[in-house]
Structure formats: C-alpha cells, structure tokens
C-alpha cells in the first residue's frame, strides 16, 4: 500500500450555464449525467481508499506556529468546480462518505464550491453544515449586475448578497467569497463600490483575481474582437493597490498574492491567519494531494498527472474498472526544487528554511544561496534566521523574481533590464 494522502481535491464538472471568461474543466446541460458521474466518482475514490488508507488525524493544536512546514496544515477535502452545489444533499453525502476513507471528514478542514445562483435555500446550506462540510466559497465576482450579466452570471448582486447572509444564518463561519478585477467596462469607482460593500459584509476570508483572457472563452473573443473593453494594465494594477489598502484598513491580513483572511489580534508576519484556507496553502507548500473527478489533477513527489477530461470519458474509463488517468508526468530534483520556491513565494511567510528542508531533503541555502543574496541585494526578497520571503518590490515584479529560480536560467540578465524600467 502507499502511503497516504492528507489533501484531496474532488471536481464536480458541471455547470448551470458556461461564464464568458471561465476555461475551467467544466460542462452546461448535463445534468442528466450527474448520478452517473457521482457514481463513478464515488468508485474511483474507493479504489484510492483501498491503495492509500487512511490519513492520519490533523497534527495536535499548536503546531500552525511558524515556521510554516506542510505539518501544520490540517487535513483537507475541497469540492470544486464548475459547481459541485448543482448536487442533491444525498450525492454530496455519499461523496463524502467516499473521500472519508482517504482524508478523515471529522478532522478535516472541507470546503465546497457554490455558485450563488444555485444554492437555493437555507435548507441546502443547513444540510451541507450537517454533512461535515465546514467551509464555503461563493463565487460573487462582483457587485455591479451589468458586468455580471457581461460575464453570462446566473446571479445578481443581491442574490450572492442574500446567499452569503443565508450561509451564515446556517452556521457556516468559515466562508469566502471570490471576486476578479479587471473586468469588461470596470472602473476603479466601480471596484471601490464592490471593496466597499465586500468589506461591510465582512467574510472571514476573500480571495481576489485579475482577469485573464483565455484564449477560447467568448469573452477573449469579444476583447480581441473589439466588442468588449477591458481596463488597462495599470489601472488593473490600481485595483490591485486600492484592495490592499482597503483591505488592510478593514482588518484582513493578505496571506498570499490573491488571498486574504480576518486577521486574529495575535497573527505576526511569520504566522497563517486564523481563516487561512489550508487546502490551498497545501499547493502552496507544495503539498502532495489527490485530485479525483474528470480532469482533476494530482500530485505526489516524484509524479503528477491528471485524469481525462470529459464527463463521458471519465466514467467509461471509471466503469472499466481501472483509474481513469490521461497522463502521467515524472518530476526531478529540479522540479522539486523550483516549484517549492515559486509556489512557497507567493505566500506572504515566504519559505521558511524548515519547510524547504523538511520538502526537498536540502538546506535551503546550499541549493539557492548565491540567488538569495543576489535577490536580497537587489530588494526583492528578504532574508532572516527562519527564512526567505518577496518584499514590496519583489511582489510587484513576481514573475521576475520566480524566473530567477528556475535551475536552467542562472544568468542574472534576466531580472536586471526589466528593474531597470
Ligand atoms: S460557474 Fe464557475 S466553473 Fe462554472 S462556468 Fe462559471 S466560472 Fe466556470
């Protein structure tokens, strides 16, 4: 048997209606698939169970102190999407009854996916409370309803307003909501009003995107197009500085580049907020997780893969009998090495030297000693007795930064005309 897994992502590939901007492994009009899908979800999670056992129960109280390592992290379930509240109460039971013999639901930190246009009663929520799910993240967006309708959403301001006061009327306390800047006709008066109302409804955690176009969405086509305008690049980047700013006037603690928490009064720079989603901070500390579901991805040093995409392939392959995988990668040393550093920045703690020693087997130093000094010299990391993080300026010209710890590109060129500007 392998070992066991602590973190287990499960996808639910269905959606009422497809978003303009949205690329996600995700398919409209295909309810009639969804018992069939719970299914052989439920199956594939079983033979995972009987492969891996069980996980142990999450580490004892008091071991979240920094330095952050992958043991302070609870053990995790998430239900994403597309939209796993599209749902029945009893598929989610049993799905979860299913993920149970892999991650303990009991101890775990589980968090569902909910698209406030389908959660449709409080009812629904009490029953997803009652089902062990402890977290909730709504996808809102925006408050401003004709970019909703812009972007083919299936709720107005007012409904994911409603839903979010309905979650916490059923309990749950640990709820984020999800919102993108840099939308089609934004204006920063327009993001201000939605910060404004966001920071009044006062969500234990908020999670805030830039737009990306991708390529194959109607809304990348729109903008390339010319039918549809989307902001700037630096009044994008103004969003960004406003949110930082209201943010922290509001008493959120940033935790990660799109992510930020209600800070507890005792919270220092080395520590996770209270509210921290730890089933993210995992694939930030690199984590090994499980993805089960169509095209759900996961990954267990020294290997990643990910399953096949589509809903119908997904349960032949399922139904066959065999685990319903499209591709596997092998990774390296290197790979280790760089994506504990790239995915380990973007968290404001930064990589502490005990998780890099504790992931990679390696002092920290030894593998990256003369790029943190060169980094430390230029301003965009600091580095003290527990660890590394990006200061301001290195936030700023993250990509940069990350480029400089890839092991193939060790010129320092790379970095300097681009500081230069
Ligand atoms: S609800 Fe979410 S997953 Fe579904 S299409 Fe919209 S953005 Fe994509």
Redesign the pocket.
């Known amino acids: 048997m392998m070992n066991p897994v602590r973190h287990l992502y499960i996808h639910v590939p269905f959606?009422q209606r497809?978003?303009a901007y949205?690329d996600?492994n995700?398919y409209a009009n295909l309810e009639h698939r969804i018992a069939a899908y719970v299914e052989a979800l439920c199956q594939e999670l079983d033979s995972y169970a009987r492969q891996l056992g069980r996980a142990p129960a999450a580490p004892p109280e008091g071991t979240a102190a920094a330095p952050l390592t992958r043991a302070a992290l609870r053990p995790t379930i998430f239900l994403g999407?597309?939209?796993p509240t599209m749902l029945s109460l009893a598929q989610i039971e049993r799905v979860l009854q299913a993920a149970d013999a892999i991650v303990p639901l009991a101890e775990a930190e589980v968090t569902t996916e909910a698209?406030p246009g389908t959660v449709i009663d409080e009812a629904y929520l009490r029953g997803l409370r009652s089902l062990g799910i402890n977290r909730i993240s709504f996808?809102v967006q925006t408050f401003h309803d004709p970019t909703l309708r812009v972007l083919g959403r299936i709720h107005t301001a007012a409904e994911a307003i409603a839903t979010y006061r309905q979650a916490l009327r059923a309990g749950f306390t640990r709820i984020n909501l999800d919102f993108i800047f840099g939308l089609p006709g934004q204006t920063l008066a327009q993001w201000t009003q939605t910060l404004d109302r966001l920071i009044d409804l006062a969500p234990e955690h908020v999670s805030l995107y830039s737009l990306i176009l991708e390529p194959g969405t109607p809304l990348h086509r729109q903008v390339t197009s010319g039918s549809v305008r989307v902001p700037d690049d630096d009044t994008t980047a103004a969003m960004y500085e406003l949110a930082l700013e209201r943010l922290a006037a509001a008493g959120y603690a940033q935790y990660e580049i799109s992510n930020w928490a209600r800070a507890a009064a005792t919270s220092g720079d080395q520590e996770l907020p209270a509210g921290a989603c730890h089933h993210n901070v995992a694939y930030w500390l690199n984590a090994d997780y499980l993805g089960c579901g169509a095209g759900a991805h996961g990954h267990r040093y020294p290997q990643r893969w990910h399953n096949v995409l589509g809903v119908e392939d997904y349960i032949a392959a399922v139904r066959q009998g065999r685990l319903p995988i499209a591709e596997t990668s092998a990774l390296s040393e290197d790979d280790l090495f760089e994506e504990t550093m790239l995915m380990g920045l973007r968290l404001n703690v930064g990589v502490s030297y005990a998780h890099f020693r504790e992931r990679c087997g390696h002092d920290l130093r030894a593998i990256y000693g003369a790029t943190i000094d060169e980094l430390v010299e230029l301003g965009l990391l600091t580095a003290d007795a527990v660890g590394v993080r990006l200061t301001p300026r290195g936030r700023m010209l993250g990509n940069e930064v990350f480029a400089r710890f890839l092991r193939e590109r060790t010129t320092s060129e790379a970095i300097r005309p681009s500081l230069r500007t």
Do not use: E, H, S, Y
Request: charge should be positive; aromatic fraction near 10%.
């Open positions: 959606c497809r978003c949205c996600f995700t999407g597309g939209t698209n996808g």
